[in-house]
């Protein structure tokens, strides 16, 4: 029944593996390439945000990438221009979603003090 799916314990093993090596293959392509990109305090704040966010730090050198390979980037990023690009993430997400708003409602007792 295996061998007519195809998919034997060894191969799937073996398509794991593969993946593993190409995704950490990826990920130090990715960090070498924002090591030459960022200068060292941009390169600090990003791990900071990672160590917070690691989704919008990986937003972050997607965006930054793509700047560098389409010929935006001139020299290297500086710790200014990566909190630049921050705040302009924040205000477009900001502007794509609606701003939430919390509301304290606070419960009244029989006997409150307040209704005099």
């Known amino acids: 029944m295996e061998n007519l799916q195809g998919l ?3 191969n799937q093993n ?3 593996e593969e ?5 950490a293959a990826e990920d130090e392509m990715r960090r070498d390439m924002m090591a030459t990109i960022l200068d060292s305090a941009a390169r ?12 919008r730090s990986r937003q972050v050198e997607t965006i ?18 990566l ?3 921050l705040d302009q993430m924040e205000d477009a997400r900001s ?22």
């Open 95 to 116: 502007k794509t979603t609606a701003k939430t708003t919390i509301v304290y409602q606070r419960r009244r007792d029989f006997d409150d003090d307040d209704d005099f």
């Open 64 to 81: 930054i990438m793509r700047m560098a390979q389409s010929g935006q980037l001139r020299g290297r990023v500086s710790e200014q221009q």
């Open 14 to 16: 073996a398509s794991a």
């Open 19 to 23: 993946e593993s090596k190409r995704k």
């Open 8 to 10: 034997s314990p060894q």
């Open 44 to 55: 600090e704040r990003l791990s900071r945000i990672a160590l917070v966010s690691p989704e």
């Open 83 to 85: 909190i630049d690009l």
